[in-house]
């Protein structure tokens, strides 16, 4: 989960409340939130990041369809051209089970998971041994990014 515009702390605790109204999830280990730095478009607030462990027997199209629903209730916008722009929020389907999907709509590990240590540090929080389908661990992954750039989010922001 992310988020730079409108409160983003804010933000993720609400998507969280709506993750958890969801009747065909249920929630397991939420991280602790993490401060990063903004990926392409220069000027943009710092991103607020976590990652949430996530039960369901959806299908992972309708999972993802689930969490564009929370993103788009959130004010969530998508700009095809504007790929790493701010967001009021933005769910990623990271992880399905030891699935590898490739589809138009869905690609499971997610592509990029691997090189962001927004991703990889908290995912390492509360997961450390969960196996990224032909990377490796969690936490081997999140030592070797390291945390520049990265820093816990002040409860009071």
Same mark, same amino acid.
């Given at each position: 989960?992310?988020?730079?515009?409108?409160?983003?702390?804010?933000?993720?605790?609400?998507?969280?409340?709506?993750? *958890?109204?969801?009747?065909?999830?249920? %929630?397991?280990?939420?991280?602790? =939130?993490?401060? +990063?730095?903004? /990926?392409? @478009?220069?000027?943009?607030?710092?991103?607020?990041?976590?990652?949430?462990?996530?039960?369901?027997?959806?299908?992972?199209?309708?999972?993802?369809?689930?969490?564009?629903?929370?993103?788009?209730?959130?004010?969530?916008?998508?700009?095809?051209?504007?790929?790493?722009?701010? *967001?009021?929020?933005?769910?990623?389907? %990271?992880?399905?089970?030891?699935? =590898?999907?490739? +589809?138009?709509? /869905?690609? @499971?590990?997610?592509?990029?998971?691997?090189?962001?240590?927004?991703?990889?540090?908290?995912?390492?929080?509360?997961?450390?041994?969960?196996?990224?389908?032909?990377?490796?661990?969690?936490?081997?992954?999140?030592?070797?990014?390291?945390?520049?750039?990265?820093?816990?989010?002040?409860?009071?922001?």
């Amino acid at each position: 989960m992310g988020s730079n515009l409108q409160a983003p702390r804010q933000q993720l605790q609400t998507a969280l409340s709506a993750l *958890r109204a969801t009747s065909d999830l249920s %929630l397991g280990a939420v991280s602790p =939130v993490y401060r +990063s730095a903004p /990926l392409g @478009v220069a000027g943009q607030p710092d991103y607020c990041n976590a990652v949430v462990e996530v039960f369901t027997d959806l299908e992972a199209l309708q999972l993802l369809d689930c969490l564009q629903s929370i993103e788009k209730q959130q004010g969530r916008e998508r700009n095809a051209t504007q790929r790493w722009g701010p *967001r009021t929020l933005d769910l990623d389907l %990271l992880l399905y089970g030891g699935y =590898v999907i490739n +589809s138009e709509r /869905l690609t @499971v590990p997610h592509p990029e998971m691997h090189k962001r240590n927004f991703v990889m540090r908290p995912l390492a929080d509360i997961a450390p041994d969960v196996a990224i389908p032909g990377l490796g661990a969690a936490a081997e992954l999140a030592r070797v990014l390291g945390g520049q750039g990265l820093a816990p989010w002040a409860e009071a922001e």
